[in-house]
């Protein structure tokens, strides 16, 4: 298992895991809010790509999660009472971290933001932050299990369009 930045030939590959999530959910199987042709899609990769904060989880050649990190924090963020204070530029966030639904259940989403703390902290970060849909149980478990506490709920108006509460979390690195 590598974790590494994504390269343009990864783009085809992580769209497809975001396909992959997005019918399972039209199949019954819901954990986020994500919405067929809103969110996401190739361009969210590629924007995560050109920006240099794409980052794929690739096992026996395989693209089999990825995630966005960086340092944006969404402006709803600003309506949450952090029991961790930073500066702007300690504080990351994790977006977008998916994991192919045929891949689950193997450690690949711990692995991501295990990783995600490591590249933080060798960049001078003091905070981890992040939000999940209210309904994604598992993500949060998972989350809960690595230390992240709940800093509270807020509701977004995620890509201007699409109408959710998410649980933001935390974790002092």
């Not at 990864?10 to 042709?37: F, H, M, P, S």
């Not at 961790?84 to 998916?98: G, K, R």
């Not at 689950?104 to 001078?124: D, N, S």
């Not at 995620?158 to 109408?163: L, R």
Request: aromatic residues 10%; contains cysteine.
């Amino acid at each position: 298992m590598e974790i590494r930045l994504a390269k343009a030939s990864d783009l085809d590959e992580v769209a497809a895991i975001y396909d992959a999530v997005l019918q399972q959910e039209e199949r019954g199987i819901c954990y986020t809010n994500w919405q067929k042709g809103l969110y996401p899609r190739r361009e969210t990769a590629e924007r995560g790509w050109r920006d240099g904060t794409l980052f794929v989880l690739e096992e026996a050649g395989q693209i089999c999660a990825s995630m966005v990190l960086n340092q944006v924090q969404p402006k709803e963020y600003g309506t949450i009472e952090w029991v961790y204070p930073a500066a702007p530029q300690e504080v990351f966030v994790i977006h977008t971290l998916c994991v192919h639904p045929a891949q689950t259940k193997k450690g690949y989403a711990k692995a991501m933001v295990v990783f995600a703390e490591e590249q933080a902290r060798k960049q001078k970060g003091r905070v981890m932050r992040l939000d999940t849909y209210v309904g994604n149980q598992p993500a949060v478990a998972l989350y809960r299990h690595l230390g992240y506490r709940l800093a509270g709920s807020t509701d977004f108006l995620f890509e201007g369009v699409i109408p959710e509460e998410l649980y933001c979390l935390e974790k002092r690195l």
